[in-house]
């Protein structure tokens, strides 16, 4: 896959469906995975990928941080959508963990402890999702206008750690992604929380790590 030219290959995915990009995704004939984070919009990628073929492995990092209406509404969604879910958490609980480091850390304020709570709680167990897993393609429903850090990538891009990352919605505006909960009449958590960040158009760590 390293000589696919992905400037020209995403030009020409930009002009097709989002089941489509997963379609010529899968056409590649390399394991494959898609992840959720089931944040308040994350139906749209599972409804995709499952309408498309619901044996893709869906990894879901569970922090143990998240709030009871978000865990309502992931178990509502694998329940009606029954993706292929795989669910990794951190080795160690939110409790203990807040108890050693006093709560959950600020990055301005304690930027080593800050790290080493995002290794803990989001890229030690994805590490592990990638080890038990391991895919070659990265299905992923980050967007354009989500971040600073996303407005340089595109439908296609190499992840440092050599996945092809797949983002079939990377066009997509936040009105595009209400347009498509509404169609499907997909549900939505009111309340959702990810520790690792500080701000709502922060990178998580995932998309950035090395």
């Known amino acids: 896959m390293k000589d696919l030219d992905l400037s020209k290959i995403s030009a020409e995915l930009a002009e097709q469906s989002p089941q489509d990009i997963i379609r010529w995704a899968l056409a590649l004939g390399e394991p494959v ?4 984070s089931f944040s308040q919009n994350a139906a749209v990628m599972l409804h995709l990928v499952t309408s498309v073929d619901r044996d893709i492995p869906v990894v879901w990092v569970d922090s143990g ?14 329940k009606d959508l ?3 879910m795989k ?23 304690t930027p080593e402890l800050f790290k080493e709570f995002t290794r803990q709680v989001k ?9 038990e897993i391991k895919p070659k393609i990265w299905i992923t429903g980050i ?16 992840d440092a750690r050599g996945l092809l990352k797949v983002a079939p919605i990377f066009h997509w505006t936040a009105d595009d992604v209400q ?16 520790p690792t960040k500080v701000a709502e158009n922060a990178e998580c760590g995932l998309h950035t790590a090395a």
């Open 65 to 78: 941080y998240n709030v009871p209406d978000a865990y309502r509404v992931a178990e509502r969604l694998m």
């Open 33 to 36: 995975m898609s992840s959720t």
């Open 143 to 158: 967007r354009k206008e989500e971040t600073d850090f996303r407005k340089g990538l595109d439908i296609l891009s190499w």
């Open 123 to 131: 890229l030690e167990p994805f590490s592990r999702a990638l080890d």
């Open 87 to 109: 669910i990794f958490t951190p080795e160690m609980t939110a409790e203990r963990r807040n108890a050693i480091m006093g709560g959950i850390p600020h990055p301005d304020d």
């Open 179 to 194: 347009r498509y909960m509404e169609e499907h009449e997909l549900p939505s958590c009111k309340h959702y929380f990810d």
């Open 82 to 84: 029954k993706p292929n």
